[in-house]
């Protein structure tokens, strides 16, 4: 698999996260917690679906518009991001279906934390050393 190949999955499997978030937040936390939706739950919600939204264009740009060393700056980067997604995914909780939301979100970005750890560091290294 390919760094540019690799930036389209994620933008694809991110997609379906970021518009519910965004266009029917009520529903999507009820689905996901099983808990009573407030206000100020709708309006983060919006926010991460924006924040993912984000990802999922800069995922696709990266893999279509960028050299290279861009490519691997970025993978770093989102390598970053998608640790600190662990980390927080391991702290939240929902209550719906047997916290099933909570280990699908740590599952999503465990994977993409350690392609991007593959792409952004390793990879670069072993190349690097087999040319020069």
Do not use: N
């Not at 690799?6 to 266009?23: E, G, K, S, W």
């Not at 800069?58 to 970025?74: E, G, N």
């Not at 280990?103 to 072993?126: D, M, S």
């Amino acid at each position: 698999m390919t760094l540019p190949t690799f930036y389209r999955i994620h933008a694809v499997v991110t997609l379906p996260f970021a518009l519910p978030m965004l266009i029917v937040p009520h529903w999507f936390i009820g689905v996901l917690t099983g808990s009573p939706v407030s206000v100020l739950d709708v309006d983060l919600s919006r926010l991460v679906g924006a924040a993912y939204l984000l990802i999922t264009f800069l995922t696709w740009i990266a893999a279509a518009d960028l050299p290279r060393r861009s490519q691997v700056i970025v993978a770093r980067v989102f390598c970053v991001y998608e640790s600190v997604g662990v980390l927080v995914g391991l702290t939240i909780r929902f209550d719906a279906h047997g916290d099933l939301g909570r280990w699908i979100t740590v599952g999503f970005f465990t994977t993409f934390a350690l392609g991007y750890l593959w792409f952004g560091f390793i990879q670069p290294q072993r190349l690097k050393h087999a040319v020069g």
